[in-house]
């Protein structure tokens, strides 16, 4: 059973370009979060979205960011006109459908780093 | 969910156990004590939950106090492997929940 799934994991942009990058869940999984890491800080949440909804996007900036979770294909978190403080590594993680007793799966991340 | 309180660092010794504390005073009845730790920049990875009870699996021991505002990760037989950054959690178990990760403990195992 493959584990989440994130690519590429590895991208440079310079600053101004369109960033995406892509998580695909654990079989089975229909929840999929992601999470931004600075260096040398902690996790912090970005947004949650189940299949073709966002159910939780507190954790977004107001602008240049975007996350989809379409029908078919992977979630997409695409990042606009970057600029240094967007390098960062950036976490995706699965869970199944809401039930008791479940966990969220992490993937290995994306580390964009922004010139 | 619930604010939790960690040491910033610890040390242990190869084959010792690694005793990593947690506060969560103001943990609600309903939210359980979920441990992550995260290894050099790899994604973070689940190790253990629990909600009163003390729990036990492959990779380590919950031990929850019985007010449940603490707890008490162990690792029986830490390896240099194990070095990591520990994150305590007090969360809700049902639902699609965000997960809060404060800056947690980093633990260094030495040979």
């Known amino acids: 059973n493959a584990g989440v799934m994130q690519n590429p994991r590895h991208l440079v942009r310079r600053r101004g370009q369109e960033a995406r990058l892509r998580c695909s869940p654990m079989?089975?999984?229909?929840?999929v979060y992601w999470y931004r890491q600075l260096p040398e800080e902690g996790l912090k949440f970005m947004v949650y979205?189940?299949?073709?909804?966002?159910?939780?996007e507190s954790g977004m900036p107001k602008e240049r960011f975007s996350a989809e979770f379409p029908k078919e294909g992977p979630s997409i978190l695409r990042i606009q006109q970057v600029v240094r403080g967007d390098s960062a590594a950036y976490f995706c993680?699965?869970?199944?459908?809401?039930?008791?007793?479940?966990?969220?799966?992490f993937g290995p991340g994306t580390r964009l780093t922004v010139t | 969910d619930a604010k939790t309180t960690q040491p910033t660092s610890m040390d242990c010794a190869e084959g010792r156990a690694a005793n990593l504390p947690c506060n969560h005073s103001?943990?609600?009845?309903?939210?359980?004590v979920y441990w992550y730790r995260q290894i050099h920049s790899q994604g973070p990875q689940y190790i253990i939950h629990?909600?009163?009870n003390n729990e036990t699996n492959e990779m380590a021991s919950l031990i929850i106090t019985e007010d449940r505002k603490s707890s008490t990760l162990i690792l029986p037989h830490a390896t240099l492997r194990d070095t990591a950054v520990y994150y305590c959690?007090?969360?809700?178990?049902?639902?699609?929940?965000?997960?809060?990760f404060g800056a947690g403990t980093r633990l260094f195992v030495k040979a």
């Open positions: 993680a699965s869970s199944p459908a809401p039930r008791a007793t479940y966990e969220q799966y």
């Open positions: 079989k089975g999984h229909s929840h």
């Open positions: 979205l189940q299949k073709e909804n966002i159910i939780d």
């Open positions: 103001t943990i609600s009845g309903n939210e359980y």
């Open positions: 629990g909600l009163k």
């Open positions: 959690i007090a969360r809700l178990n049902t639902g699609g929940f965000k997960t809060i």
